[in-house]
């Protein structure tokens, strides 16, 4: 019961990564520290849909999270694993 | 009226629900009420009266989560788990509705008691979201109350609901999720055995990984499976979904465009975004330093008269020098500085209330990741480069960890101060192009110290990695003149308090060394006796003659104080370049930029740090910084 869904990366999209536009499930966060406690907190949490509202080469990046937009680094953004 | 019955109620939820708005509304505003300095938060009490019920109103800071990851969330908990309260009121954004309920299932199994206000309605219809309360309340088995604070909507049946409590008409029988059995086991064991906590939040928050908790288990012995924090959020998250099937009930489809997403749309957009904010950052600084820069003129013209007519009562030279120059010269200049920081501070306010901080947060963090910085450090280290005080202050808006980077870092930008001296000193060796080089590389050498600064504290471990950029975006909206005087009221106050005593100590101090023993020639005093000390620190740097070395002493009060002691040692600064060569000035502004900014400076870092430590740690830090600067720049310039 208590195992997250797509713990395997195969087949995962990186938020990184993930085009404007995007629309998918959030599936697995890496590592368990501060930080992914932090974004869970804020509602990105595996088993959530979310939007890529902003991802370029320049500007920053912003999803949507069941109505909510929320701005993330660069650094951490590489760890959410996103599946379709 | 007689009150008969007592209530003590806390406000807890997501930031930005509205907390405070209904603390105001049921208190009366800015009534009744006083501001208890926490460790970095504050929390505000107020009271109310309902009929014959005396109701005591806890506002607790906005927080996302019960498991422990920043002060304010350590604040609430604390104070739920600890304190004597009666029912605590959950207000959340109807808008988002999901994310401030997985906040909500966790306070209940910290405190049942708990009335949800679902604020924000106008917010939420504006978003085509409509949401059936009476359905909610039955399944959350809690009290729910809809409302719009800002319009009074809602309050009244609030105030019915607390009535009810006390009345004793109300019951909270809360629904909680199944997290399986690995909680259920432990949730049973704590139960048997006790804990400060709730058996089944401590159960939960041990498998979600809080530190706190499962260091308090492991003290007492208890064997914790494995932390599954994304498991346990999962479950909580579906649950919830579930919950919220037929909860709302849709209008439109189609999610409406609203006017946040129609500003963002420019605001965050990958080129006119920059081309915003670069706008914003001008009219921040223009203002502050043209109508802020005005009325400090106003001032300055005032203390210069006043200084004139006093000294034309008092005969005696040193007294006159005494109360003209140090005295009414400290208060001066104390109060010359306060236009400019009350003018960016409310311009930092009015953009902070407005929504747009968060946004140029998110702008900027591409850049600042590359250079090492957290990315809301940037408008401390614009600030900067008006007057270090500020910016030091400003460092407060940032979190914990952050914060303790920025006020060993932003002093490191050169003031405006520092602009004066450099000046002065570049008009006296160098003409036109060259000049106007070597200000701008004391720039460049400014910000090349912060970025450096920042790895060197990393590896030392005075500052750990900061946490990386997670914000919500807040909706847009007109910022309230309440909030925004209060704001800037505030900070403005801070700076007068605790730095204004120190610049005005500092004053009398320098005062005192430039003139004592007195009646002695300048190149005797107790300045040129501690300079002449300290000049063979200076020697590897290059830099042979004590009074050049001397002028950092005042300059460590105030920076602009360099250019009258140069004045008083040298007989006019001009006469500069016939004891000192050009590379020996260059290396001496490399220093003069980089050490300590000044008295003023260390009292704010003591007002935002509360710790000597800091303080004193700040001293050394900038000082060596500003050493290994000047000797990497005298090996440049002069060779080995
Ligand atoms: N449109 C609308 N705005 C509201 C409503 N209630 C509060 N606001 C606004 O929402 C903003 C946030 O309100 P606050 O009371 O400061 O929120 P808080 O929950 O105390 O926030 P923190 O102290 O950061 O946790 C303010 O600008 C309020 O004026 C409402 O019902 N409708
Ligand atoms: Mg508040």
Redesign the interface.
């Known amino acids: 019961m208590l195992t997250p869904m797509g713990v395997g990366k195969e087949g995962l999209m990186n938020l990184e990564m993930a085009p404007e536009g995007f629309e998918g499930t959030v599936a697995y966060i890496d590592g368990g520290d501060r930080v992914a406690q932090r974004m869970m907190a804020l509602g990105i949490v595996p088993g959530t849909r979310i939007r890529v509202i902003r991802n370029s080469a320049f500007g920053p990046l912003i999803v949507d999270i069941e109505g909510t937009r929320i701005a993330l680094g660069r650094g951490v953004s590489s760890k959410v694993w996103l599946k379709k | 009226m007689k009150t008969l019955h007592r209530l003590r109620v806390a406000l807890a939820g997501n930031p930005n629900v509205g907390k405070s708005a209904l603390f105001n509304v049921l208190t009366g505003i800015y009534q009744h009420t006083a501001n208890w300095p926490g460790k970095t938060v504050e929390r505000k009490e107020g009271f109310f009266d309902i009929d014959d019920i005396h109701v005591e109103v806890v506002d607790l800071p906005g927080i996302?989560?019960l498991?422990v990851?920043s002060p304010e969330e350590e604040v609430t908990r604390e104070f739920l788990a600890n304190e004597d309260i009666d029912v605590v009121i959950n207000v959340v954004d109807a808008?988002?509705l999901?994310?401030n309920l997985?906040l909500t299932i966790q306070l209940l199994e910290l405190f049942p008691r708990v009335i949800l206000f679902v604020n924000m309605l106008d917010v939420a219809e504006a978003?085509g979201?409509k949401i059936d309360l009476e359905k909610l309340s039955k399944k959350l088995g809690i009290p729910v109350v809809g409302g719009v604070v800002v319009t009074g909507q809602g309050i009244d049946e609030l105030k019915k609901v607390l009535k009810d409590v006390v009345r004793g008409k109300v019951h909270f029988h809360p629904v909680y999720p199944v997290y399986?059995?690995?909680v259920e086991i432990l949730e049973e064991y704590l139960a048997k055995y006790g804990c400060k906590y709730p058996p089944k939040f401590a159960a939960v928050k041990a498998l979600?990984?809080d530190e706190e908790i499962i260091k308090l288990l492991k003290e007492k012995g208890i064997t914790i499976p494995e932390?599954?924090?994304?498991?346990?959020?999962?479950?909580?998250?579906?649950w919830l979904?579930n919950l919220l099937k037929d909860v709302f009930i849709v209008e439109s489809y189609e999610?409406k465009q609203t006017i946040t997403d129609k500003i963002?749309m420019i605001v965050?957009?990958?080129?006119w975004?920059?081309v915003v904010f670069m706008f914003a950052m001008f009219l921040m600084f223009y203002i502050t330093f043209t109508f802020g820069g005005y009325l400090s003129g106003l001032i300055e013209m005032f203390f210069s008269w006043l200084g004139d007519t006093v000294s034309t009562f008092i005969s005696s030279e040193l007294w006159k020098s005494f109360i003209v120059d140090a005295v009414i010269g400290g208060v001066g200049s104390v109060l010359t500085f306060t236009p400019i920081i009350f003018t960016f501070f409310l311009m930092y306010s009015i953009l902070e209330d407005s929504g747009y901080i968060?946004?140029a947060?998110?702008?900027m963090?591409?850049l600042m990741?590359l250079l090492g910085l957290p990315?809301k450090l940037f408008f401390p280290l614009i600030l900067g480069m008006g007057c270090t005080v500020p910016a030091v202050m400003g460092t407060t808006a940032l979190e914990e960890e952050e914060r303790k980077l920025g006020v060993y870092l932003v002093g490191f930008m050169p003031c405006s101060a520092r602009l004066a001296v450099y000046s002065a000193i570049v008009s006296a060796f160098f003409t036109g192009y060259t000049g106007a080089l070597v200000i701008v590389s004391m720039y460049l050498i400014g910000f090349f110290a912060v970025v450096v600064g920042a790895k060197v504290l990393k590896m030392f471990g005075l500052a750990r990695d900061t946490?990386?950029?997670?914000?919500?975006?807040p909706s847009y909206h007109i910022p309230h003149v309440k909030t925004v005087l209060y704001a800037t009221w505030i900070r403005t106050k801070e700076f007068i308090y605790k730095a204004g005593t120190l610049i005005f100590v500092a004053t009398i101090i320098i005062w005192m060394l430039v003139n004592m023993p007195f009646g002695v020639k300048p190149e005797n005093s107790y300045l040129a006796i501690l300079g002449k000390a300290i000049a063979p620190l200076f020697y590897p740097l290059g830099l042979a003659d004590w009074r050049i070395v001397s002028t950092l002493i005042p300059s460590f009060a105030a920076k602009e104080a360099a250019i009258a002691t140069i004045g008083v040692l040298y007989g006019g600064v001009q006469m500069l370049k016939n004891a000192v060569t050009v590379p020996q000035i260059l290396v001496f502004l490399v220093f003069f930029t980089l050490y300590t900014p000044c008295m003023a400076t260390l009292g704010a870092i003591y007002s935002v740090t509360k710790r000597w430590k800091v303080v004193f740690l700040s001293v050394l830090f900038s000082f060596s910084v500003a050493y290994v600067f000047a000797f990497i720049a005298r090996l440049v310039i002069m060779g080995v």
């Open positions: 996302y989560s498991t990851t808008s988002n999901f994310r997985m978003k979201v399986g059995q690995e979600e990984g932390p599954q924090p994304q498991a346990i959020s999962q479950i909580r998250a579906e979904k999610p963002d965050t957009h990958p080129i975004g920059y968060a946004r947060a998110a702008m963090d591409r990741h990315a946490m990386p950029l997670v914000i919500e975006l």
